[in-house]
């Protein structure tokens, strides 16, 4: 069985990818699959949040194990049969930067196609280290516009300095 998943970030409209991947794979068949296709490097400490349809975290998995189990070891049918429908795949651990991996049904499964694999694409993959901003409503919202003002007097009735090129007798 194939299942399809789609994957958006909070605060950046423009990016969207949907995958597709075995119900049989593991987090981490999922994990490489994502570092791959988002150019990030493959030595960072990950985590997936197992997220119900309510919104509530219901699991942690990470690449070692933190109570829920590890990524080699979370064969992805079993948190969907759990209700975990959503995962925040979080790739920047100590800014909390994550992507939300969608649960969206089954797909067709084509003989001659590899899994897991990108079916659709739209935006720029975000920086994996970066940060700065991901988005251009984060850059706009933190430029702080300085009040331009003008001058309450005027300057004209100040005498100029005499400038040191002038010969003095």
Known sequence: MIYRFKATMRGNR??????????????YD?????????????????????????GKVCS?????????????????ADCIAKGEIRFQYIYDIFNNRYMMLEYVGEAEEFPR???PRLVTERGTRPDQFSSEHDTD?????????PAIEEPDEDFEDIP????????ED
């Open 14 to 27: 423009q990016f969207l990818r949907e995958y597709e991947i075995q119900s049989s794979a593991t987090l």
């Open 30 to 54: 999922f994990h490489n699959f994502l570092i791959a296709d988002l150019a990030f490097a493959p030595d960072q400490l990950v985590l997936f949040r197992g997220v119900d349809k309510n």
């Open 60 to 76: 942690e998995y990470g690449l070692f194990d933190m109570g829920d189990g590890t990524l080699d070891n979370i064969i992805l």
């Open 113 to 115: 196609e590899t899994y």
């Open 137 to 145: 409503e984060e850059f706009h919202a933190s430029v702080k516009h």
């Open 160 to 167: 100029e300095e005499p400038s040191d090129d002038e010969d």
